[in-house]
């Protein structure tokens, strides 16, 4: 301490070269470990790329073949090679679309009510139990679906549907037809209840990031609970809540195993949400283990490459909406 | 350097050690005869020590690997053509043999007693006869109480060999079949639902109400469905039953096509059932590793010889005696690179 302070410029130095050397003892784990990190991100990228590089290779003879016909005829005949995915794209949007329009509604009411109404020693049992949901492998969801719901919508709900909504003018088309248990519909029930439990559990874990003092506020001003989940919780957690969204249709467009066991695999479009259809990720998996000839796996991969052209849409989608909804925001 | 190299050489002897080592025989194809040649392979391993691979990934996969040479045999229902087993330089042969079943589930009806043949059931899966008591049913079972449901035909969602022989069965028996769908392991279905799998058609028919579907003869009699008996071509109702199946492998003409690529279908015969069909061993006929093809046909020489009853143990129908001896007669084709058969008849 005396030294130093005798000898300023001398202990000046000594520091320097201590922290100079401390930084070349540092700047090489440093530099590995950002190699590792950037790295391991462009592995992601690579690994992307390979996939897509793959799937285009592999369905280049589909394409070449049928060109956009492809992507708008519905027929799918082994026997003749000839090929169209209208009928799994179909098949996926729409047991997709339902199936957030059950979900979407129900996970926000669940949790709305864990985070806003429900008395305390009821929440963490409700909560787990969503959870649990998440974690039962979708094959389970597909053997429970065949064997449980299947028959039990085949005596008792569909019956009724076609009874009462398909004699209905404009949406009677829907609901027509001999009640086979299994089908567009029953597929999309199926998959609102495994997309359920994503949508809970993210809204959830947003709807309790609202600080306290907002939604006192609005109370204090005399809002229905209503009011505040709709003018305070739901601005406030508008992006999160849409994450969790997404997160259950992205889950709900590749679905394959539960689907596949419910849904009839026929490709076709019919009007029919009873009717038996497909989509991309149950045809895949029905047929490509056995698809004779190159034009039927080329078909197949195609039809791979279309799913992941859709999931790619809509995650875009979803960061459009988002950014919209920021600026707006903003504005 | 010196350790690298060492690591090479060894690396080189492990290889060229592999082959000796591993004794296995490995295969690759077929689902539908999985059970019986697994069976076979674990009773096979008790008596001579040599095991058996069989990976069940399907007749499609099969015949992908086998072209590929990644397995010394692959299996396959739907036979491949001459043309086809020339190209990629295989030898094919039947096995074993299954038949295929409709089953149903219609209440108050038990197994057997519903009566369907060839152009009815082909109407139903067109969609053209829609419901249990249409007309063209009624009329074969006079004395059944048929109700007014909707049929739901059950078919195979996947591509099958069960698929290819019911396709082919339904297009020699109905012209407009024929026409409209054709045959294949895999077809574009006009109506219905499919399911995966022999037991996936199984759990949808026993699952769903006034379905009708078809599979194995094995699956329809484990899992006690309602199974129909069928009009064969001579006109007579017959139930399915090993007898039946033996009967229809009797009466075909097994060298009127290459590989011996027949289907049993629609026999001739009193007894026939109509929907029979066996299912096939394909071989190089110049083995990359002849000893290996050379321990397969070891392997299917016992199973044809002391595997009849394991066969009938699980409904599968064993090869007459006359056509084991005819395929056995063709084995001669598969030949080491000096040109020497790489199984006799002396090498039992």
Known sequence: MTDASLHPSRALATATADRARALARHRIPDAV?????????????????????????????????????????????????????????????????????????????IAVFL????????????????????????????????????????????????????????????????????????????????????????????????????KESAYGLGCTTWEVVRRVVLPYTRAGVIGGVMLGLG???????????????????????????????ASIANEFTEAVGDLYTASLI???????????????????MLMQLERRQGA | MHFKAMIVAAGIAAA????????????????????IYAKWADAYKKETGAGLNYQSIGSGGGIKQIQARTVTFGATDAPLKGADLDKDGLIQFPMVMGGIVLVANLEGIAPGQLVLDGPTVAKIYLGEIKSWDDAAIVKLNPG????????????RSDGSGTTFVFTDYLGKVSKDWDDKVGSATAVEWPVGIGAKGNEGVANNVMQTKGAIGYVEYAYAKQNKLTHARLVNKAGKVVEPSTPSFQAAAASADWKSKPGFGIDLNNQAGDTVWPIT???FILLPKQPKDPAAAAEALKFFDWAYR???TMAADLDYIPMPEAVVKMVEESWTQVVDPAGKPVWTAAAK
């Open chain 1, 115 to 214: 985070t806003e109404l429900c008395p305390r020693p009821l929440r963490r049992p409700i909560g787990i139990a969503v959870e649990l949901l998440a974690g039962i492998p979708s094959i389970i969801y597909g053997v429970w679906g065949l064997f449980v719901l299947a028959p039990f919508l085949q005596e008792t709900v569909q019956p009724a549907l076609i009874a009462t909504l398909g004699r209905a003018p404009l949406i009677g088309p829907l609901f027509e037809g001999p009640p086979y248990g299994i089908g567009l519909l029953t597929a999309s029930l199926i998959l609102a209840v495994m997309v359920l439990p994503f949508i809970t559990s993210v809204s959830r874990d947003v709807f309790e990031t609202v600080p306290p003092m907002l």
């Open chain 1, 251 to 281: 889950r709900a467009l590749g679905e394959t195993m539960a689907v596949t066991f419910v849904i009839g695999n026929a490709h076709k479009i019919q009007a029919s949400l009873l009717a038996p259809a497909t989509t991309i990720s």
């Open chain 2, 306 to 308: 002391k595997g009849d």
């Open chain 1, 302 to 320: 195609a039809l791979g490459l279309i799913l992941f052209v859709i999931t790619f849409v809509v995650l875009a989608a979803a960061r459009l």
């Open chain 2, 277 to 279: 069909s066996p299912t």
């Open chain 1, 33 to 109: 470990f950002a190699a590792l990190t950037r790295a391991a991100a462009l592995a992601v990228l690579v690994m992307l790329g390979g996939v897509i590089v793959s799937l285009a290779r592999g369905a280049w003879p589909a394409f070449s073949a049928f060109g956009l016909d492809f992507l708008t005829t519905s027929t799918w005949n082994p026997v003749k090679e000839r090929f169209g995915a209208l009928a799994p794209i179909y098949g996926t949007v729409v047991t997709s679309l339902i199936a957030m329009l059950i979900a979407v509604p129900v996970g926000l009411g």
């Open chain 2, 16 to 35: 060229s050690a592999g082959p000796a080592l591993a004794a296995d025989i490995s295969g690759a194809g077929a689902t539908f005869p999985y059970p």
């Open chain 2, 144 to 155: 059944l109480k048929l109700p007014s449901q909707a049929i739901v035909p059950v078919r």
